[in-house]
């Protein structure tokens, strides 16, 4: 498997080199929207830990992530009135992974409602602020 390549767009995202919409940070883990949801409020969450994916990654900063993944879906199911969550996570090439920065996707779901092809359509700006914003008032209440 080839080593954890540093100039990935989520470490950018993480050195603050690119920006993202961000809903919850701390020491080891940090969530923000995806930029092309497959559902409205789709959110990464990804460790601050160099991982390329699930195969690399420390047992402990994986639970973490899993911690904090756990955390978004239950805001998500408030913040959306979501019937469901969706979590997915890629790993290599072959396994479907796009960006080789270890990430969750956690994706609110509606009966019904099928997901967006990956990396579809670009979300509006406003749109993506607009759900950070109301993804960190749950988690924070
Ligand atoms: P995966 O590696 O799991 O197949 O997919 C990478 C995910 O990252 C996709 O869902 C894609 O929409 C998302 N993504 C790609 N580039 C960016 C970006 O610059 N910012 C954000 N927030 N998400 C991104």
């Given at each position: 498997?080839?080593?954890?390549?540093?100039?990935?767009?989520?470490?950018?995202i993480?050195?603050?080199?690119?920006?993202?919409?961000?809903?919850?940070?701390?020491?080891?883990?940090?969530?923000?929207?995806?930029?092309?949801?497959?559902?409205?409020?789709?959110?990464?969450?990804?460790?601050?830990?160099?991982?390329?994916?699930?195969?690399?990654i420390?047992?402990?900063?994986?639970?973490?992530?899993?911690?904090?993944?756990?955390?978004?879906a239950?805001?998500?199911?408030?913040?959306?009135?979501?019937?469901?969550?969706?979590?997915?996570?890629?790993?290599?090439?072959?396994?479907g992974?796009?960006?080789?920065?270890?990430?969750?996707?956690?994706?609110?779901?509606h009966e019904?409602?099928?997901?967006?092809?990956?990396?579809?359509?670009?979300?509006?700006?406003?749109?993506?602020?607009?759900?950070?914003?109301?993804?960190?008032?749950a988690?924070?209440?």
């Amino acid at each position: 498997m080839p080593h954890y390549d540093p100039s990935n767009i989520f470490a950018k995202i993480l050195r603050g080199e690119l920006p993202a919409h961000r809903i919850y940070e701390d020491g080891r883990a940090l969530a923000f929207m995806d930029i092309m949801p497959r559902a409205p409020g789709h959110a990464l969450v990804i460790p601050k830990a160099p991982a390329r994916n699930i195969l690399d990654i420390e047992t402990d900063d994986l639970a973490y992530v899993v911690q904090v993944a756990q955390r978004i879906a239950r805001a998500q199911m408030k913040v959306f009135a979501a019937d469901g969550i969706t979590v997915q996570q890629f790993n290599e090439t072959a396994g479907g992974q796009v960006v080789f920065h270890l990430h969750m996707h956690i994706i609110p779901r509606h009966e019904g409602v099928a997901l967006k092809p990956p990396q579809s359509d670009m979300e509006k700006p406003e749109i993506l602020a607009e759900h950070a914003e109301r993804l960190r008032a749950a988690l924070a209440g």
